[in-house]
């Protein structure tokens, strides 16, 4: 009996796994599909440029970084006040 649900227990992890395996192989599919991180990493590289901490730079990939995530859906998108050198 307890070989039994062994066994049993084994197959239904497998089962599982696979079904894991599924999902993520279409999840990366998807994403390698989709464009979007691309060009969002080239907005910020293209648009903002440079962005030393305490630069003027950092403050406009702040800006950037607050525009984009509301523009993507995202909610709760706010700023945290950071203390950091001036180059």
């Keep these: 009996v307890l070989l039994r649900h ?7 992890l497998r089962l599982l796994e696979a079904g894991l395996q599924f ?10 599909a989709d464009k979007r991180a691309f060009a ?3 907005s910020l590289t293209t648009q ?3 962005r030393f901490a ?3 730079g950092d403050a406009k990939a702040v800006e950037w ?9 995202f909610s ?4 945290e006040p950071v203390t950091v050198p001036h180059w």
């Excluded at 999902?23 to 390698?32: E, G, S």
């Excluded at 970084?65 to 859906?73: K, N």
């Design 6 to 12: 062994f066994l049993r227990a084994q197959f239904a």
């Design 76 to 79: 709760n998108v706010h700023a």
């Design 65 to 73: 970084a607050l525009r984009t995530l509301r523009d993507q859906g």
């Design 23 to 32: 999902r993520l192989l279409a999840l990366q599919r998807a994403a390698l």
């Design 48 to 50: 903002v440029g440079s």
């Design 54 to 56: 305490g630069s003027t």
């Design 40 to 42: 969002t990493l080239q």
